[in-house]
């Protein structure tokens, strides 16, 4: 239990540091950034207090399903996905010159957030996430590397195709491998 003096502590701290413009605890969009457009994007989220939610196949399944039906609704292309225990990547194309990538991402923690606790009574997603914006082709296949061998880095498997929570809504797994082959490590 946190003491009252700990709390007014903390919320003296929090408010001087608001007030004197000091960065909050979490990541916050681009204001000048519509985010609305063709662009393309590179998304992580994390489970709430990093629990290890993506180690199952029943909860990746549903959580991919409705990231899928979030990426519908508001035009984008899942160029690759990958789901760590504790996180997930995603790298999104927009399809559409009002893709909104707010709303994506509204929608797809609302979504697999609300389905994930009724099915299993546990809380899905942190708060905030982290992105970024894509400028070329290049970099969108750095990022896919990046997304795709994340598992291999982390020594959850040898190679990325023994990873089951890898993929990709636009192409097999073996294509961005082969075009990720052609594209040099940075």
């Known amino acids: ?3 009252a003096f700990r709390r007014t502590i903390a919320d003296l701290w929090n408010s001087t540091c608001l007030t ?3 960065f909050p605890h979490h990541p916050e969009h681009l204001k000048a950034f519509p985010y609305i457009g063709l ?3 590179f998304l992580t989220f994390c489970t709430f207090e990093r629990r290890r939610h993506f180690v199952d196949a029943t909860h ?16 984008f292309a ?15 194309e927009a399809q559409a010159d009002d893709s909104d990538a707010r709303r994506f991402i509204k929608a797809a923690k609302q979504y697999s957030g609300y389905y994930f606790k009724r099915q299993f009574g546990k809380e899905l997603w942190q ?10 082709d290049e970099e969108m296949l750095s990022v896919a590397r990046y997304i795709v061998e994340n598992p291999v880095r982390a020594r959850l498997v040898k190679h990325v195709e023994d990873y089951p929570f890898a993929g ?5 797994l073996s294509e961005i491998l082969e075009a990720i082959a052609f594209c040099p490590r940075r």
């Open 20 to 22: 004197r413009g000091m």
């Open 127 to 136: 708060r905030y996430g982290f992105e970024r914006t894509l400028r070329s």
């Open 168 to 172: 990709s809504g636009m192409y097999p």
């Open 60 to 75: 990746v399944d549903l959580v991919l399903l409705q990231i899928q039906r979030a990426a519908r609704e508001q035009a």
């Open 39 to 41: 662009y393309r994007y």
């Open 78 to 92: 899942m160029v690759a996905y990958c789901f760590m225990p504790d996180h997930l990547h995603l790298l999104l």
């Open 1 to 3: 239990m946190v003491s």
